[in-house]
């Protein structure tokens, strides 16, 4: 039979383009944040992570902000390139305790045109 | 950098078998999960694991799965009795023991089809 999935965001960026991926998570009490990367038939990849006690985090050509109030998170990729082509996860937890549980977002497929 | 293995890449099983996923996770990291993703939907948290117990589970993981750590370094998923929906890509990952730094590693994962 057919399969249903999510209808997944797309982003297309001409390369060398900065890229906003944006991100809304849903509980006020996470106070962690990640961003995977996940190329086809892959696992998720680390990106870069935040936590509630900030607003910004820079890595090399990317940059996270949080925005607690309204509960947004964002990836910043500067200068995109081809190997960026993949979906972006944002991904939220509660720290507290020792195993901590990730509840991914959806995704966004970034595209990167020549 | 190390890295979570998976086995098998891919595994094609009739509906109501039993299948065993297996993960090596980073040597010398506590902390070991399963995550599931359905074709074209969302990662979801089926287990964690710490000190040979089940630390967390979800609503997904019922009496069909199991988690087992047999030996020092594997740690395996079992699905008893195999039905459609179970058809996914299944992702371990494991982690440090709590840290400011530590962050979750997922594996390549393992195609899983029922037939």
């Known amino acids: 039979g057919e399969s249903v999935g999510l209808h997944l965001p797309t982003l297309s960026v001409q390369e060398g383009d900065n890229s906003i991926i944006n991100c809304a998570y849903s509980n006020s009490a996470s106070d962690y944040f990640i961003w995977y990367k996940q190329e086809s038939g892959k696992g998720p990849q680390f990106i870069i992570d935040?936590?509630?006690?900030?607003d910004k985090r820079q890595g090399q050509r990317v940059t996270v902000l949080l925005n607690k109030t309204v509960k947004h998170l964002s990836l910043q990729i500067a200068a995109t390139q081809p190997g960026d082509s993949a979906v972006y996860f944002c991904?939220?937890?509660?720290?507290?305790?020792?195993?901590?549980?990730?509840?991914f977002g959806s995704g966004t497929q970034l595209t990167v045109l020549p | 950098e190390p890295e979570v293995t998976q086995t098998p890449s891919h595994q094609v099983t009739q509906m109501g078998q039993e299948v065993i996923l297996r993960c090596v996770p980073i040597s010398n990291h506590l902390y070991f999960y399963w995550y599931r993703q359905i074709l074209g939907q969302k990662v979801e948290f089926l287990v964690s694991?710490?000190?040979?117990?089940?630390?967390?589970k979800s609503e997904i993981f019922d009496d069909q799965f199991s988690v087992e750590r047999p030996d020092g370094s594997n740690f395996t998923l079992k699905i008893r009795s195999t039905k459609l929906e179970d058809s996914a890509m299944y992702f371990c990952?494991?982690?440090?023991?709590?840290?400011?730094?530590?962050?979750?590693?997922f594996g390549p994962g393992t195609r899983l089809l029922v037939l």
């Open positions: 991904a939220e937890a509660i720290s507290s305790g020792s195993a901590r549980q990730l509840t």
């Open positions: 990952a494991s982690s440090d023991p709590p840290n400011p730094d530590r962050r979750e590693y």
């Open positions: 935040i936590r509630s006690n900030m």
């Open positions: 694991f710490y000190n040979n117990e089940i630390s967390e």
